[in-house]
């Protein structure tokens, strides 16, 4: 199965299908990565115009860089491997006691975000930065406008240079262009999926942006990176390791999607957004009067798996069968451990009490036999099974 399908999918395929490719670099111990929320966007330009700035990722002013003021934010990338760069942001502030205390994000990594440091110093143009959190630390050294130095973190040492970065400003004619929803259809072996990605101002002015797929019941999951310069944009989505870059023409965004794995195109995949709403898909089950009976309602569960880290992992699932306001049999999945709720139920067959789910977007499936109010089963996806019981509540 493609990369592409196993992580966009983010709600099993990323702890399911055991198939969640890269790692953060910066992963605090012990955490896994969460949702977080929405980045603000960062811009410059319009497509009509042509011209603009292009962003970087951060927030702050951009800092004085004089031998002993850092104060501000700095951004730089960490290069992971030939095709793998972290983006990462130190955020200096200067103590009353005239020390300096920092805070640690990554745009690319949902699970790095205001991560203080426990000892920062900066003597005659040496800025070292201690990060206990992450169990890392930065070295470099003050020349002109950058901080030329490497992050080490057990495992290696990286090259970093930082720069200062300075918040740029949204035109108003960019934010009406792209506040709305875009949406496209993201071939894969196999299948498509419909993308979702809307952008819209939040009580400062200042552009949010979200993905949802519709196969997988429209999951809101946030955006970092947004940059809009020259008629093209940008984006990266941090908890599926996923980054879009697309050209402007006659109302439409042409362009890829690209994510590191194995068996995924390294120029991505082909991705056109144009503007508009689009409404989910409803998968109305063909189950009998009698096997509705048997089934609907709220069931809950607990799969105990293991990540490709070895991690074991505990993720509770809900499963809901009812009717929605056509009257048409319905079912989806929840996983309230990752916030992701509604994933549709695509089939559904049940018969001498053994039932059969199929959610298609996952190319998972759910075997079970009902006795009273319990489903004994097992979840497959993939090459993977997983026992699976759960119990209408």
Known sequence: MCDVLRVLALLLSALISMGFGVQPVLAAQGTTAAAAPAPKAKTGGTPAAGAGTTAAAGRGAAPAATAQDIAGTWQGKLKVDANTALTVQFTFTRKPDGGWSAT????????????????????????????????????GTLKGRSIEGQWTQPGGVL???????????????????????????????????????????????????????????????????????????????????????????????????????????????PLALQKGEIAPPIYALKLSGAAFTALSGNWEGTMEIRSPQGQQISLPLVLHIGTNSNADVVGSIDSPTQHTTGMPVTEATFVAGKLVLKAGALNAEYHADLSGNTLVGQWIQGVNTVPLTMKRK
């Open 104 to 139: 640690l994000n990554s745009p690319d990594s949902g699970a790095i975000k205001n991560v203080a440091a426990n000892a920062v110093s900066l003597t005659n143009g040496a800025v070292k930065v201690d990060v206990a959190a992450l169990s890392g630390s930065f070295n």
């Open 159 to 269: 090259p970093l240079v930082l720069s200062p970065y300075e918040k740029p400003q949204l035109a108003k004619a960019d934010k009406e262009m792209l506040s709305g929803g875009w949406h496209g259809s993201l071939q894969i072996p196999g299948g498509a999926f419909t993308v979702v990605v809307r952008f819209k101002p939040d009580d400062t002015g200042d552009l949010q942006g979200s993905l949802a797929v519709l196969e997988q019941g429209a999951v809101q999951i946030p955006l970092s990176d947004v940059d809009f310069a020259n008629g093209t944009l940008s984006f990266k989505v941090p908890l599926a390791h996923g980054e879009y870059t697309g050209t402007y023409a006659n109302g439409t965004f042409r362009g890829a999607w690209k994510q590191p794995g194995v068996g995924n195109p390294a120029q991505g995949l």
